[in-house]
Structures are given as structure tokens and as C-alpha cells.
């Protein structure tokens, strides 16, 4: 069994920048995909970033691109987000997540096998 653990949230205002991580244990996950996800309230989950398992290849969301930075640490089995100039828009609760072994990223919640419990990023204006 995987668990994932976020931290790095909390409430920063505009143009300001925060770094998430997500801790796994459980198993190495240097041979999945991984990434990360967000909700808003009354929001269906959406993807942000994502990262691939071999060769570091990442994916964004178009309103995220040039502003935020997936990467992982495999020897720390370990994800991030570093997010830059922040915009109120991107209060969400952002989840990180772990797709299956040797497997493509994906854009869509239904290409991943765990999930954290999310960690709250307020962006005030």
C-alpha cells in the first residue's frame, strides 16, 4: 500500500510563491508517473502538473505554464510544486498523486491508483 503525504500549503497573497511536497512511503515510486491535481469549492479536480517515471518528461495545465514547476527526487521518493507568482484563481486544495508502475501520465483523475489527502493554498488579493 502507498501512502502520499502533502505539505508546503497555506495562504500567501498575490504574486507570492509556495513549494509543495508530497512524501511517499509505502513503496519506491521512481518507476511511476506522478502529479498533481487541484479542487476548487464547487470544482470538479483538475489537473496541474504531471511528471513521467522515466526521463522526467512534465506536462502543465495551460494556466499554470510558466508559473509552476513539477519535479520529483527519487531517492527521497519525493514530489514538488513550485508555484510562482500566484493568482487568487489557484485557491484550491492541490492533492498530489501516484499512477501505476511504468505507466503514462495522464491528464485525468481516473489514470491514478493513490492519492494524498490534499493540503489547502489560499491565494489572497
Known amino acids: 500500500q502507498v501512502q502520499l503525504v502533502e505539505s508546503g500549503g497555506g495562504l500567501v497573497q498575490a504574486g507570492g510563491s509556495l513549494r509543495l511536497s508530497c512524501a511517499a512511503s509505502?513503496?519506491?515510486?521512481?518507476?511511476?508517473?506522478m502529479g498533481w491535481f487541484r479542487q476548487a469549492p464547487g470544482k470538479e479536480r483538475e489537473f496541474v502538473a504531471g511528471i513521467t517515471w522515466i526521463g522526467g518528461r512534465t506536462y502543465y495545465a495551460d494556466s499554470v505554464k510558466g508559473r509552476f514547476t513539477i519535479s520529483r527526487d527519487n531517492a527521497k521518493n519525493t514530489l514538488y510544486l513550485q508555484m510562482n507568482s500566484l493568482k487568487p484563481e489557484d485557491t484550491a486544495v492541490y492533492y498530489c498523486?501516484?499512477?501505476?508502475?511504468?505507466?503514462?501520465?495522464?491528464?485525468?483523475?481516473?489514470?491514478?491508483?493513490?492519492w494524498g489527502q490534499g493540503t489547502q493554498v489560499t491565494v489572497s488579493s
Open positions: 509505502g513503496r519506491t515510486l521512481s518507476s511511476s508517473a
Open positions: 498523486a501516484a499512477g501505476s508502475p511504468f505507466g503514462p501520465v495522464t491528464m485525468t483523475v481516473d489514470g491514478y491508483d493513490y
